[in-house]
């Protein structure tokens, strides 16, 4: 960049990562005549986890012009999810289920998928730069955020409002102090890829599968099939379950595969191919989802668990929602983010923690492999697993926590 100190940009909207949210987010605004800078610390193809989409997505992409090209890139087609411990199995087809909407997806390597996201937005107009970090800012009706290059030359940039859509990285939230602790326990992730080799037909490479371990209900992992042979697999556990030296993560997650008989069947000798990864501590939640001047999106601003792949699907919809709502207010109307952002984002936010939180005490593992739940019910669910959380004519979004408890009464046996 070259540039020195003190300099000032002016620009509509300043979004903070080159992510899912922030080029979704960033091409929505455009599309509506914005100016936009995006800031990424960064460069892109760079790996991140969470492979598989959910079908609510979808909508999203469509809107930000960009699901052409996820179409077109040869992504791993998905329509459901498996779920299987031990005997037992369970299988949901997202095209059968209660809410209008797509009822397909994908399975995507996130390198490939979060780079054609971002230069689709670049192609219409979005100014996107790389390897270029937030290093403070002011808020405000005026909002003003220092950033600096990798060669050391720092600016200022001047915007009518500030979108976070750093993800893990957090950035407002550490910055500005927003950082509360989340309702969910501590837990880890061990994961990798391998080449799977699997025989046409030993498994439907159209779902996700989710598999419990065999004697811990609260253990559980994911296998991804992608495109080219390639499958992502990981264990999630609590943390201390999964705290091993690096050294020792590899043999971990391979003795933890072949233990579980699905899994270990199909992945049990497939070479890693790339290192063994664990990431923990990754629940995260702010005290609120907006300030004087600016919006935190997706995993900027809570994120809860891998189990539903809900993570992508939050930060489409908090990209979609913010967007609506800051065209609202650059247009000159006045708009309450507690009220407009905030609370609508929360509703599906609280619906999929519900759905998470049971599956972890087992309830909605006893519901999903329950052999004679009625369809509507199934379709209900499925509705929810395919990222519908948001659609309050289903009354397992309407009312999460005690359809979900009534439910599991009537699958565990108990008196109603």
């Known amino acids: ?116 996201l971002i230069r689709r937005a670049a192609d219409q107009g979005v100014r996107v730069r790389f390897g270029h970090t937030v290093r403070s800012m002011r808020t ?24 976070d859509a750093s993800g893990f ?44 371990h065999p004697e811990r209900r609260d253990v559980w ?12 697999v990981g264990c999630v556990a609590e943390a201390d379950f999964l705290d091993v030296p690096e050294a020792r993560r590899e043999a971990k997650l391979r003795e933890l595969i072949r233990a579980e008989p699905t899994i270990g069947r199909l992945l049990g000798d497939a070479p890693f191919l790339m290192p063994v990864n664990r990431i923990a501590g990754y629940s995260a939640n702010v005290e609120r989802l907006h300030g004087p001047g600016f919006a935190l999106l997706g995993n900027a601003g809570e994120f809860l668990d891998p189990v539903f792949s809900s993570g992508v699907t939050i930060a489409l919809r908090s990209a979609h929602l913010a967007a609506q709502t800051l065209l609202r207010q650059l247009g000159g109307e006045r708009v309450d983010w507690a009220a407009d952002y905030d609370a609508p984002l929360r509703k599906g936010i609280d619906t999929f923690r519900a759905f998470v939180e049971r599956w972890y005490t087992g ?12 369809p509507k019910i199934r379709r209900m669910i499925s509705a929810i697993l395919a990222g519908y959380a948001w659609d309050e004519t289903n009354p397992y979004v309407a009312d999460p926590v005690r359809r979900l408890t009534a439910l599991h009464e009537v699958c565990s046996g108990a008196p109603a």
């Open 1 to 116: 960049m070259g540039t020195e100190f003190g300099e000032l940009e002016q620009t509509d909207v300043a979004v903070i990562g080159a992510g899912p949210a922030g080029a979704v987010a960033a091409a929505l605004l455009a599309r509506a005549g914005r100016s936009v800078l995006v800031l990424e610390r960064q460069h892109f193809p760079r790996f991140s986890i969470g492979e598989s989409l959910l079908p609510q997505s979808m909508a999203y992409l469509e809107e930000a012009g960009m699901l052409q090209a996820v179409v077109e890139a040869g992504f791993q087609y998905k329509n459901g999810a498996s779920f299987v411990h031990g005997e037992k199995a369970a299988s949901y087809d997202f095209r059968d289920k209660h809410s209008e909407g797509w009822g397909t997806t994908y399975q995507v390597e996130r390198a490939v998928f979060d780079q054609l």
């Open 221 to 232: 992992y994911w296998m991804i099939p992608l495109a080219g042979g390639r499958t992502s």
């Open 363 to 374: 309830e909605l593992q006893d519901i999903i492999f329950y052999a004679q739940q009625t």
């Open 169 to 212: 990285g957090r950035v407002l939230p550490r910055m500005l102090g927003l950082e509360t602790p989340s309702r969910m326990p501590a837990r880890a992730a061990l994961f990798s890829h391998v080449q799977d080799a699997l025989p046409a037909g030993s498994t439907d490479r159209d779902k996700i599968c989710v598999a419990v």
């Open 140 to 163: 405000g009706d005026e909002p003003v955020l220092e950033v600096e290059d990798e060669k050391g030359n720092a600016y200022r940039v001047a915007a009518r409002f500030v979108l």
